[in-house]
């Protein structure tokens, strides 16, 4: 199990585990197919998370992996026997998966998501637990403002705030709700107030500062 997105952007107005469903419902891999794809259909997933007998995430059961198998099972006579024995979830499922951590970035969520094409991650504590599921809908709830309006409002915080590392205006880019401000110089505190003050505009899920070109960030 892997947990990508860290890398990213570099700080986060809001995070996986402020959006998350908790104790999200799940599946084990020895659990009949139709019981699993009855769970999904009950709770409106679009993909369910798999445990194995000691509770530990192995994989993701997914519309996707529903839709592999049937074309598999259709084009090939061998599936006839199948049809005779019930179909378990460890033959359908994914059994790699990537995951992210409770403290990664809704824009890191976003990011993983478009990267492997999924629409629900698994969601892991440090021990690799599951804890619970992030979706497409909860990104989407996170980024109901246009990058311009946001844009808009994070140049007019910038402006107000009277803080050394922007005695020129940085450059802002919005992309999907995450910001990036190219030109800061200054301190790490002086990064960091920066960073507390675009945090606070509504509809930001991710900020990356670019130190200005030939300036070295300090220390405090």
């Known amino acids: 199990m892997r947990a990508l997105g860290r890398t990213i952007v570099r700080q986060a107005a809001m995070l996986v585990e402020d959006l998350m469903t908790r104790q999200p419902p799940v599946c084990r891999r020895s659990q009949s ?62 059994h790699e998966t990537i995951g992210v951590s409770v403290g990664e970035s809704i824009a890191d969520a976003a990011r993983v998501m478009r990267y492997i094409n999924r629409s629900v991650l698994p969601v892991l504590d440090p021990n690799g637990m599951l804890v619970g599921i992030v979706s497409a809908a909860d990104v989407a709830s996170a980024s109901v403002r246009t990058d311009e309006s946001i844009r808009l409002d994070v140049q007019k915080r910038l402006t107000q705030l009277r803080n050394p590392a922007i005695a020129a205006l940085p450059s802002v880019h919005v992309e999907s709700g995450s910001v990036i401000l190219t030109g800061v110089s200054g301190s790490r505190r002086d990064m960091e107030a920066v960073r507390r003050s675009v945090a606070t505009v509504t509809g930001v899920v991710g900020i990356h500062i670019e130190p200005h070109a030939g300036v070295r960030t300090t220390a405090d």
């Open 33 to 94: 197919l139709v019981a699993a794809v009855r769970l999904m259909c009950e709770h409106d997933l679009a993909a369910v998370p798999v445990l194995d007998a000691e509770s530990k995430l192995v994989g993701v059961l997914s519309v996707n992996d529903l839709v592999r198998w049937e074309a598999r099972r259709s084009r090939s006579r061998r599936w006839a026997k199948t049809l005779q024995r019930p179909v378990l979830v460890a033959q359908v499922m994914t």
